[in-house]
């Protein structure tokens, strides 16, 4: 996941340069910060690139990683970005968050789907099991009511009728008992 959540031309001190900076929302396990910088001073290099200062950093400002160049002024600098803007960035979190989260219940909604309509009953089942999962959770509450309220009406429809296919397939094997005890007389 990348999004640019904040950017600020600044004056970098005791330097006196004037500084561009990025940071960017990524997540791999965690959510962390992507931050870079570059001294707007300093031209291009001969093939037009210029010159950036690396780091992440995690959600309360510590650093993860960074490149050998980074200025003790920076890091100082982004840290103190990151505890003024904390509230906003939690904000950014947040969305990114439902966002995962209403993707992972779409996901599971049509693999659900997919397998109903191939008739693969035992991994629906699980699959019906992890939706059901997925609505319990807190973050469902954030969701579309209308949505999550059709959705428990198809849960409540698939369960009923495979309890249905459950109690024919129990009626038949009693049909395959009876007529395997006939064919032995």
């Known amino acids: 996941m990348l999004k640019k959540i904040y950017q600020a031309d600044f004056l970098l001190l005791p330097d006196q340069e004037f500084w561009n900076m990025y940071i960017l929302l990524r997540k791999g396990k965690d959510f962390y910060y992507e931050c870079a910088g570059r001294c707007t001073e300093k031209p291009p290099d001969d093939r037009g ?5 690396h780091a992440c950093f995690t959600l309360d400002g510590q650093v993860l990683s960074l490149n050998k160049r980074m200025r003790p002024s920076l890091i100082a ?3 103190q970005t990151i505890k003024n803007n904390h509230e906003t960035f939690r904000k950014e979190i947040d969305m990114a968050t439902k966002t995962i989260f209403e993707t992972k219940v779409g996901q599971v909604t049509n693999e659900l789907g997919e397998l109903l309509k191939k008739k693969d009953h035992k991994q629906a089942w699980t699959k019906a099991g992890e939706l059901n999962a997925l609505l319990k959770k807190e973050e469902a509450r954030d969701l579309k009511p209308e949505f999550v309220e ?3 009406h198809e849960l409540r429809g698939y369960y009923y009728i495979n309890s249905e296919i459950e109690k024919a397939n129990k009626r038949l ?3 395959g008992s009876k007529l395997i005890e006939l064919a032995s007389l």
Do not use: T
């Not at 690139?49 to 200062?53: H, I, K, L, R």
């Open 49 to 53: 690139f210029y010159d950036y200062e």
């Open 150 to 152: 059709q959705l428990h």
């Open 77 to 79: 600098y982004i840290r």
């Open 173 to 175: 094997y009693a049909k």
